[in-house]
C-alpha cells in the first residue's frame, strides 16, 4: 500500500512538472548593465534579479513589480553551450521599448549569468508570471 501511494505521489509531481513547463511562455532574453534609473523606480536600487520588460509585456507600465521565473531553452545563434541550465526569478523594474528592444525580457547581467551564458548575447526562454 505504501509503494503504491509513493508511485502516485511520483506521478503526480511528474504531471504536475510536466504541465508546469507546457504553460510557460516562449520568448528570447538579452542582457543589460546599466540598472539604474529604471522607468518603474527611478533611482531607487532593486538588486541585480531585474528585468526590463519588451513591449508585449509592458501593459502601460502595470508590468512594474512582476516577478518572472525565466529558464534557457537554448541559444539564438552559433555560440556553444548557450544555457547553463536552472532558473531566475527577477523583477520587472524598466521597459525595453520598441524598435530598440530585441527580446521579450531584458535581463540584468547577473540574471541572464544565473541561466545563459554571457558571450551567447541573447538566448531563447522559457518564462512564467510567479
Known sequence: MAKAAAAALLVA??????VSASLADQGTATYYTVYTPSACYGYQDEGTMIAAASDGLWDNGAACGRMYQVSCAGGTNATPNPCKGGSVTVKIVDRCPSPGCQATLDLSQE????????????????????
Open 111 to 130: 540574471a541572464f549569468n544565473t541561466i545563459g551564458n554571457l558571450d551567447a548575447g541573447k538566448i531563447l526562454i522559457n518564462y512564467n508570471q510567479v
Open 13 to 18: 509531481a511528474l504531471l504536475g512538472c510536466l
